[in-house]
């Protein structure tokens, strides 16, 4: 993901080194430096105590008090643009924002200078999304959202239970056996692919480079055209980028079988939502679970609200980062010693 951002990257650790080294000779003594943690999210903020900085609570969705925009570190998490442009024009001592999200992108659009240090969320959301991704996955194989639907007319889904074929060709209605293609092999893809393969999905990947990680066997995009077609579920976990704008297009739905589906967990711009749109109005794809869309929440005119198999999911795959605390604390050490930070954009 931080590949895709290369304009945006801190300096050299080297530099980056004695340029906070002397920052730290020049500062008054007597002033203690501020970390900002957001209000959006309970941090065990004892854990952080100790530390030279002073903690201080804030709103990430108010202007930042005028007390504080003094302060060198901010702590980002769902903040409003409205925030984070705020905090770029007033918080000229700003050193250091970390980042829960897994990408960059809303703090990067902010217009802040470029020697403030960026870094991310990377890792946090890695077991959230991985067990969201699968339990779309399961939705779609075994249509529980259409016995929801038959259960709230009081109806009996005759055609879902009793006897059923068994992992037919022509239909993704199981995990075992089927080929599940993970397009964004990243830290993700890795915690979700173990759950696949133990429930006997064959699993392979996408990813800007190939190899084999952790025993998947991952092939760059320049393969897609001979993936796609023997493909059950495409998993897209594609970071929000210029490069991943309707990666998955009009050509690239075509490949995939008719009983296919498409799960994406990543971000909405990746997906041409017109063509995918077409592709289950008219038959051509068996039916996608999408957690993030183009633009959220989705509007009510989009015509995916009325397409046949699609699953809406309310960007609710992560929004609940693990190990913020350890991840904060453990830059917090890296920042005050002058060292690189972890996640570093």
Do not use: C
């Not at 020049?26 to 941090?43: A, F, G, Q, V």
């Not at 699993?203 to 092939?219: I, L, M, Y």
């Not at 210029?242 to 990746?270: F, I, K, M, Q, Y």
């Amino acid at each position: 993901m931080l590949n895709t951002l290369s304009s945006r990257v801190a300096a050299p650790t080297r530099r980056y080194s004695l340029q906070f080294k002397s920052y730290l000779s020049s500062s008054n003594n007597n002033n203690i430096m501020k970390l900002l943690y957001p209000t959006s999210l309970k941090l065990d903020v004892k854990s952080l105590e100790g530390f030279a900085p002073s903690l201080h609570p804030y709103d990430v969705k108010a202007p930042i008090p005028e007390d504080l925009v003094d302060a060198e570190i901010l702590v980002s998490w769902t903040n409003s643009a409205e925030n984070l442009a705020d905090a770029a024009r007033r918080m000229k001592n700003l050193r250091w924002i970390q980042s829960l999200a897994a990408g960059p992108n809303d703090i990067l659009a902010a217009g802040f200078p470029a020697h403030v240090l960026v870094t991310t969320g990377s890792g946090l959301h890695d077991r959230t999304v991985a067990e969201h991704a699968l339990g779309l996955l399961l939705t779609a194989a075994r249509r529980f959202d259409q016995m929801r639907e038959f259960q709230l007319r009081r109806e009996w889904p005759a055609h879902l239970g009793g006897a059923q074929p068994d992992r037919p060709a022509d239909r993704f209605t199981t995990l075992r056996d089927a080929n599940v293609l993970v397009w964004g092999y990243g830290n993700i893809a890795r915690t979700l692919a173990p759950h696949l393969a133990a429930l006997g999905a064959r699993v392979r990947g996408v990813a800007r480079s190939a190899g084999v990680r952790d025993g998947v066997e991952v092939f760059a995009e320049d393969r897609l055209p001979e993936l796609l077609p023997t493909t059950d579920a495409l998993v897209m976990i594609l970071p929000g980028s210029e490069s991943t704008t309707d990666a998955l297009n009009r050509e690239r739905l075509a490949l995939l079988p008719a009983h296919a589906w498409v799960v994406n967990v990543g971000r909405g711009v990746s997906i041409d939502e017109e063509a995918l749109a077409d592709a289950l109005e008219e038959g051509r794809l068996g039916g996608a679970a999408l957690d993030v869309f183009k633009k959220e929440p989705l509007p009510k005119e989009s015509r995916l609200w009325g397409a046949p198999n699609l699953l809406v999911s309310p960007h609710a795959a992560g929004g609940r980062p693990q190990g913020a605390e350890e991840l904060i604390a453990y830059n917090l050490r890296r920042f005050l010693a002058g060292q690189e930070l972890k996640n570093l954009v």
